[in-house]
């Protein structure tokens, strides 16, 4: 499983855009890149999840370089709500387990 | 929309009792994930189930054990519970695309 990097935590304020960074510098061909929020005492939620170039969906934008070795999660105009944890993910789209490591804990300011 | 069940939502059990843990997967997802969540900590993959086999095993005790029933739904079952048992436990139900996780049950070992 390819390992995944990202920062501990981030401060914004509410109506920021909000960029994440996830660095997964041995992704493998087949893996995909998949983006989950989690609140305190929550199960993770998911938010996005794309293989290359650019996805969007109502929530967030993915960016995916054309290397692939990278990832940036964008929340526009965040809201107090959006106060989280962000994490990264990288494997195979074949239903396999999730490895949650070092996930971004976003703080949104008023 | 259907989500993933989970009970009980909370459990306080002794140290060396045993707990069972059920999960009720969405409507059609064929694959329940189960993952322990420490206090502070990131979510472990446990053990996994397609179509009520076993798929994939992750840091789970050999204490544990889990299983898929016809209906789909599964149980977590936990002997010789430990303090360090002290988690929260979420199951989660797939399409093969993205995993959705339940509310989770909050297992305190005293």
């Known amino acids: 499983l390819a390992k995944t990097t990202q920062p501990i935590s981030m401060d914004s304020y509410e109506g920021q855009e909000v960029n994440i960074t996830c660095s997964h510098n041995?992704?493998?061909?087949?893996?995909?890149i998949t983006w989950y929020q989690q609140f305190p005492s929550q199960g993770p939620r998911f938010i996005i999840q794309?293989?290359?170039t650019k996805v969007t969906n109502e929530v967030a934008s993915l960016f995916i370089p054309a290397d692939r070795k990278s990832s940036t999660l964008s929340l526009p105009r965040v809201s107090l709500s959006d106060t989280a944890v962000y994490y990264c993910l990288v494997g195979d789209n074949a239903g396999n387990m999730l490895t949650f490591g070092g996930g971004t804990r976003l703080m949104v300011k008023p | 929309a259907a989500g993933v069940i989970q009970s009980p939502r909370h459990l306080i059990k002794e140290k060396r009792e045993t707990a069972t843990l059920k999960c009720y997967p969405i409507p059609r997802h064929d694959t329940v994930y189960w993952y322990q969540q420490g206090p502070g900590q990131d979510p472990q993959f446990l053990i996994s189930?397609?179509?009520?086999?076993?798929?994939d095993k992750g840091s789970i005790p050999d204490r544990f054990s889990a299983q898929q029933f016809s209906d789909y739904h599964s149980e977590l079952n936990m002997s010789s519970l430990e303090l360090g048992d002290s988690a929260l436990y979420f199951c989660a139900s797939s399409n093969l695309i993205e995993q959705y996780f339940g509310p989770g049950t909050r297992l305190t070992v005293t």
């Open positions: 189930f397609y179509e009520k086999m076993q798929s």
């Open positions: 794309g293989y290359k």
């Open positions: 041995n992704i493998a061909t087949n893996d995909y």
